[in-house]
């Protein structure tokens, strides 16, 4: 395609330091788009059969998006797609603002990583010119105090994505960050540290076109001023956090390790009571502004991002009403670069453990917020043995303890749960269990199905596939163009809208049919490769606790997943995908998907 894209990604060996360039392959463009789309196919093609994630030969591919650089609203996003060193299976995590932007400029559609750098090492990209520079100064940093120090050497036109000790450590759920975002799921950070690799500069002048500028101006100053309407407002508001007190009254809310569905001191934590020391801002190229920034009083000069998935997995999920120990966690793990989410799984299950008696961890507890600040630097050290066990994960971390506390280690395929309680959300139930990522609203998106008019959340009965279907579609386009997900209550249709951008921008043709028939494409690339990497049906199920304790004491009570109705909808799901009863692509869908080469 001539627009939208420069048609080449830069492969760079960091054990030979050799780098080329590479065509892409414009039918590859035209199936995968950009992005987690993409991002898929450059690893099927990039590698064969199972690997270790963290062996040299792994690959850690940044891919943009042929949206990067327009004037599109949330549009300046990028994906880093690798093996996770967490679930063993696919994972492609996104982040956003001006690293996107530098990244696209250097020339490059994409930026594939193989090998490993003999030392602590910071890589700088301008361009076609690739340089290798020393890190041992950068190594043992935050991320943040890395990227910036290594941008004062290279010079401000440069863009830093950089890793804290948490990935260099080897921490299964460490992150990638920039600019204060985050690739925050499924442990990219650990790749990126097994390769010694500490930050990534970008830099360039190499701009892209657009099929048709003027009309394009037109669309997006258009979809701007819709971005301030109603669907956006509570995210201008109070942010993602806003959902806390919402979810708590629908009894959707995990608390104390999914054994209750609402948490009795929502309100000392909600977002709310923390209003006075609030303050905003955005990522580049948006005009919706959900990030709000809150001063811990201890320390009103270290002002910290707070989400939804920090609040619950630091907060409720760990029984902590404290919002200072909040607030100290999640700096803390933003600034050591660990998942939120997971790293507050792992603790939360830990202390089931302790109360159980099944482990000796000195008196852990719900509740106890000392405790867990003291036992995250143990998980990002490593240096204590609960501390390096958590750092594994909980589905690891469960099958060395046994003594049955698999049944509530609470992940699928090895990623631990967001905020979302699958036993009163059933629809995102079944999503959960079938994703390629594991549990993972941001990929299924089917909590958006739960809510929908005329849908019982509790029993979504036979629409419960195809609304899976639907939503994991949506999700698919969405990450590969990338858009914020927060756009979509904006668009009237959404695969119509997401068709009309990508004709403005490459001037090919779309419409919303082939945008879905791309998106069942882009899953079904995704279940190719997890089943090179050993992927079985089994995996797509979710924890015991869900289908053994049932919700209590809320709007949701006696809400409870049922084994067989659950086996039902993945049959469904299957079937619909046109997977074969064990979830495996046909040879109708690898046809009708021309996903031949990467069997």
């Not at 898929?40 to 030969?57: F, I, M, Q």
């Amino acid at each position: 395609m001539k627009f939208g894209y420069h048609g080449r990604y830069l492969r760079i060996d960091l054990s030979t330091r050799e780098s080329r360039a590479v065509e892409i392959d414009p039918k590859r463009l035209d199936r995968f788009l950009g992005g987690a789309g993409l991002g898929t196919a450059l690893l099927l093609e990039e590698t064969s059969g199972c690997y270790d994630a963290l062996g040299p030969e792994a690959p850690l591919i940044f891919v943009f998006s042929p949206l990067v650089g327009s004037p599109l609203t949330t549009s300046a996003k990028f994906s880093i797609v690798a093996k996770s060193p967490l679930t063993h299976r696919i994972n492609d995590s996104l982040s956003s603002s001006h690293f996107a932007i530098a990244g696209k400029r250097t020339g490059f559609d994409a930026i594939c990583l193989v090998g490993a750098c003999p030392g602590p090492t910071a890589l700088v990209i301008r361009n076609d010119t690739v340089m290798f520079e020393d890190a041992q100064d950068l190594w043992g940093l935050s991320s943040e105090q890395a990227s910036e120090r290594f941008r004062r050497q290279v010079g401000s036109s440069f863009r830093v994505a950089a890793i804290g000790p948490a990935g260099e450590n080897g921490v299964r759920y460490a992150t990638i960050s920039n600019e204060g975002r985050h690739a925050g799921r499924g442990g990219l950070g650990a790749v990126m540290g097994s390769k010694r690799l500490k930050a990534l500069a970008v830099s360039g002048d190499q701009l892209t076109e657009f099929a048709a500028p003027k009309e394009l101006i037109a669309y997006s100053k258009n979809l701007s001023e819709r971005s301030f309407g109603e669907a956006t407002a509570k995210y201008r508001e109070l942010g993602t956090v806003s959902n806390l007190l919402t979810f708590n009254r629908l009894g959707t809310l995990p608390t104390r390790n999914f054994q209750e569905s609402s948490f009795s001191d929502a309100e000392a934590i909600a977002p709310e009571s923390l209003s006075a020391t609030r303050t905003r801002s955005s990522c580049a190229a948006c005009t919706i502004g959900c990030e709000h920034i809150f001063a811990p009083q201890k320390d009103r000069s270290s002002p910290v991002r707070m989400e939804y998935e920090n609040l619950y997995a630091l907060g409720p999920m760990c029984g902590i009403n404290d919002p200072e120990v909040i607030l100290e966690a999640s700096s803390y793990c933003d600034a050591a670069g660990i998942d939120t989410v997971s790293a507050g799984v792992c603790i939360a299950f830990a202390m089931e453990c302790s109360e159980r008696g099944l482990i000796e961890a000195d008196g852990l507890s719900f509740g106890d917020g000392k405790k867990l600040l003291v036992l995250l630097q143990a998980i990002v050290s490593r240096e204590t043995d609960l501390g390096d066990l958590l750092s594994q994960g909980v589905r690891a971390a469960s099958r060395k303890i046994g003594q049955g506390s698999e049944e509530f280690a609470i992940h699928v395929k090895g990623l631990e749960f967001p905020g979302y309680d699958p036993r009163s959300l059933q629809t995102m139930a079944l999503g959960f269990a079938v994703g390629a990522r594991g549990a993972d609203h941001n990929k299924s998106g089917a909590y958006q199905a739960d809510f929908s008019p005329g849908v019982d959340r509790l029993n979504p009965g036979n629409r419960a596939a195809q609304m899976a279907v639907e939503t994991e579609d949506e999700a698919s386009i969405m990450d590969s163009l990338i858009l914020c997900k927060f756009l979509r209550g904006v668009f009237e249709d959404r695969m119509s809208s997401m068709a009309t951008m990508l004709e403005l921008v490459t001037g090919a043709n779309f419409n919303s049919e082939s945008l879905k028939e791309r998106a069942a494409g882009i899953v079904t690339a995704k279940k190719l490769f997890n089943i090179r990497q050993g992927w079985t049906a089994a995996e797509d199920t979710l924890p015991d606790r869900f289908f053994n304790l049932p919700v209590r004491g809320t709007p949701s009570d006696g809400a409870i997943l049922n084994r067989e109705v659950l086996r039902n909808q993945i049959q469904a799901y299957y079937s619909l995908r046109k997977w074969s009863p064990s979830g495996v692509p046909t040879e109708d869908a690898l046809k009708r998907h021309e996903l031949n080469w990467a069997t």
